[in-house]
């Protein structure tokens, strides 16, 4: 690894150099092929006098060749590396973080903490909504750089290994190799991204569109090809560098290795967005068995080293073996960053009345419409429940909150959402490091859709006995269930507290048989009591409650 900035900057700018000219060559090397087919094509040989057998283009002819594949491979250098960050973002699935999540800010504080360990320079973070297992790094010419990891390696590892992970992708942008990397990731694997997207596209369209993404399949298939090739100047080394700088960062190569295993052996996102961009990631989106071999082919063509012998040197480096490894993941316990859910269950039956003090002695009861034609009732006055003994100001109950209210929220407001079922004014909480509005009277909660994955991904809440009760019985009837749901005409009865359009019952999808309100214009999803905690719970279960003989919904 260089250990300067100019040793830093002259082994990029090299790098790309061989990049731009190896493109060069390429688009070069094709236009002649094709010069030559078409000037020794029998169609020519007939109609030009003199001509027999194969001869090779004149002179002027390969000089027009020329011309055309430096202007075919500036274009193509101008268009693949203009934007991009936001571009491979984009093709990643990344997105900026979220300030009100718990789970992104500690994301942001353990980029920054590996920020100022390689000197200061400003990293973006970001995140990919994926319950896949992964990180990227990427650098543009201007300096910027960002660091991503999916939802699922932020929700399921341990602070060390994702401290671990990030100095890893540090690593590659404080030795220079991110910009190559990211580089070489627009100019093929991008287009390699986009082919993949067409080729699902080529299967479901008709008509006229089929021949022009046919067109674009072809010369989709031609940088695919070309990006393959590109490999060959990105050196599997450069996994094992980022690997020590790691070590050299965070002094926790067990912690690294720990992760690179539990990365490999985890779902890695095949299908997803982003999985042909193999050479940003710290590990192969995609699983391919090439990665997994040593030699001179793999050495060409594969962009990461073998797991199994990255972690074998960072082990040799902790004095372990793999078994040793492999009997501290078996007794693997992740340990959560944020607070547990704030869906505490309240035992207290609800008050129908309260008493009031008020001039020296306890007056009522009064219902809650009562209590609001009092002109002498403040929030500052004491109460108390009907048949408690319970004691507190007016304002610190959640029955009595929404008496105290200036202002009520018209419709077609944004300033304030309303429950779609008790109108009173939703309240903001945490509830898996992810921000949801909650009604404090009905325990409703509405969260956006872009949230919804966030929530599922996550495995802080520990559901109660009623949650579970309640999802044996979903998990006995969801074959009748699902049924019922095409007997049963739409039903359009709350209104959106975001957008405050009608909100359609339906089940959250058909595979989870939990009914829900969702939103047509935003998208948001409206739970009803104990519906968000169900889903999750279903969720994380899944594969026994759709297909497993010994699911947990099945006990006794």
Same mark, same amino acid.
């Given at each position: 690894m260089p250990?300067?900035?100019i040793d830093i900057e002259e082994k990029k700018s090299r790098a790309i150099a061989l990049l731009f000219i190896f493109i060069i060559l390429i688009y070069f090397f094709t236009a002649y092929l094709l010069l030559l087919v078409v000037e020794n094509s029998i169609f020519l040989n007939w109609h030009v006098e003199g001509r027999s057998g194969f001869f090779f283009p004149p002179t002027r002819h390969v000089l027009a060749v020329l011309l055309a594949a430096l202007f075919a491979a500036f274009l193509h250098w101008a268009l693949s590396t203009d934007n991009l960050i936001a571009k491979l973002a984009m093709a990643a699935g990344a997105i900026p973080l979220d300030p009100q999540d718990t789970y992104h800010q500690y994301f942001s504080n353990i980029v920054d903490e590996v920020s100022i360990a390689i000197g200061g320079r400003k990293i973006e973070p970001m995140v990919i909504r994926s319950a896949s297992l992964n990180a990227f790094s990427i650098a543009d010419f201007q300096g910027r750089s960002v660091i991503g990891i999916t939802e699922g390696l932020l929700s399921r590892l341990n602070r060390s290994h994702i401290e671990a992970v990030v100095a890893h992708e540090a690593g590659h942008i404080a030795s220079g190799d991110s910009l190559p990397a990211t580089v070489l990731a627009s100019l093929g694997e991008l287009y390699e991204e986009v082919l993949g997207r067409v080729q699902s596209g080529i299967g479901h369209s008709r008509g006229r569109g089929t021949l022009f993404l046919w067109l674009i399949y072809l010369v989709l298939m031609l +940088?695919?090809?070309?990006?393959?090739?590109? *490999?060959?100047?990105?050196?599997?080394?450069?996994?094992f560098r980022a690997d020590a700088i790691a070590v050299r960062l965070t *002094?926790?190569?067990? #912690?690294?290795a720990e992760a690179l295993k539990l990365i490999s052996r985890g779902w890695r996102g095949n299908g997803a967005a982003g999985e042909y961009l193999q050479s940003i990631f710290i590990i192969n989106p995609r699983h391919e068995d090439l990665d997994e071999t040593e030699g001179l082919y793999p050495d060409m063509f594969s962009t990461h080293p073998p797991v199994k012998k990255r972690v074998a040197v960072l082990l040799s480096m902790a004095h372990l073996d793999e078994k040793s490894l492999d009997e501290r993941l078996k007794n693997f316990q992740r340990v959560s960053p944020v607070a547990k859910p704030?869906?505490?269950?309240?035992? +207290? @039956? %609800?008050?129908?009345?309260?008493?009031?003090?008020?001039?020296?002695?306890?007056?009522?009861?009064?219902? #809650? =419409? =009562?209590?609001?034609?009092?002109?002498?009732?403040?929030p500052t006055q004491w109460i108390k429940p009907e048949g408690q003994e319970q004691v507190k100001m007016a304002c610190d109950e959640p029955q009595l909150q929404g008496l105290f209210r200036t202002t009520q929220a018209e419709p077609g407001q944004t300033g304030e959402f309303l429950c779609p079922t008790c109108k009173v004014p939703l309240g903001r909480l945490q509830y898996e490091g992810a921000s949801i509005l909650k009604c404090s009277y009905c325990s409703g909660a509405f969260v956006e859709d872009e949230k919804i994955g966030r929530i599922m &991904? *996550?495995?802080?809440? +520990? @559901?109660?006995?009623?949650?579970?009760?309640?999802?044996?019985?979903?998990? %006995?009837?969801?074959d009748e269930m699902r049924l019922k749901e095409y007997d049963t005409k739409p039903v359009w009865a709350r209104? !959106?507290?975001? !957008?405050?359009?009608?909100?359609? *019952?339906?089940?959250?999808?058909?595979?989870? @048989?939990?009914?829900?309100?969702? !939103? &047509?214009m935003c998208s948001g999803v409206w739970f009803d009591k104990n519906e968000l905690e169900l889903l999750?719970?279903?969720?994380?279960?899944? =594969?026994?409650?759709?297909?497993?003989?010994?699911? @947990?919904?099945?006990?006794?």
């Open positions: 250990f300067s900035f +940088t695919s090809f070309l990006s393959k090739l590109l *490999r060959f100047f990105l050196s599997r080394e450069r996994e *002094r926790e190569p067990l #912690s690294l704030e869906f505490v269950p309240d035992d +207290t @039956p %609800a008050a129908n009345k309260w008493f009031v003090f008020n001039t020296g002695a306890w007056q009522g009861p009064f219902a #809650s =419409e =009562e209590l609001k034609g009092l002109a002498w009732f403040l &991904i *996550r495995q802080d809440y +520990t @559901p109660s006995e009623e949650i579970v009760r309640l999802a044996k019985i979903i998990a %006995a009837s969801k209104s !959106c507290p975001k !957008c405050k359009q009608q909100m359609h *019952r339906q089940f959250f999808v058909y595979s989870y @048989p939990v009914e829900i309100d969702r !939103c &047509i999750q719970y279903i969720f994380e279960h899944k =594969e026994d409650f759709l297909y497993g003989e010994d699911s @947990p919904f099945e006990e006794a």
